[in-house]
């Protein structure tokens, strides 16, 4: 079992920056390849960006590649997403999930969920 628990929502400007966290307890964050997705109101939930486990590999939305950096610091068992000059489209409920398999792509099936920390991007 993991828990997940993100934090670094909140309201900004447009233009401005945020970066999440998500840190994690329970089984070694090492074995697990995180990812962020977002959910904007009236949405459906979409895939912003994933990492493997070691975080050579990392894969983005189109919406958000070139804005966005996921890292990881698995000595802290945390993840992170650095978001640059955002959007009011960029407005949603940020969640970290974890998986135990790899993600290839677009592909991310969360095992474990955060319950999401709001970013809200004003114009």
């Known amino acids: 079992q993991v828990q997940l628990v993100e934090s670094g929502g909140g309201l900004v400007q447009a233009g401005g920056s945020l970066r999440l966290s998500c840190v994690a307890s329970?089984?070694?964050?090492?074995?697990?390849?995180m990812g962020w997705f977002r959910q904007a109101p009236g949405k459906e939930r979409e895939l912003a960006a994933t990492?493997?486990?070691?975080?050579?590999?990392?894969w983005y939305a189109d919406s958000v590649k070139g804005r966005s950096t996921i890292s990881r610091d698995n000595g802290k068992s945390t993840v992170y997403l650095q978001m640059n000059s955002l959007k009011p489209e960029d407005t949603a409920v940020y969640y970290c999930?974890?998986?135990?398999?790899?993600?290839?792509?677009?592909?991310?099936?969360?095992?474990?969920w955060g319950q999401g920390t709001q970013v809200t991007v004003s114009s």
């Open positions: 990492i493997n486990w070691t975080g050579a590999r990392t």
């Open positions: 999930a974890a998986t135990v398999r790899d993600p290839r792509g677009g592909t991310f099936i969360g095992d474990f």
């Open positions: 329970g089984r070694p964050f090492s074995t697990y390849a």
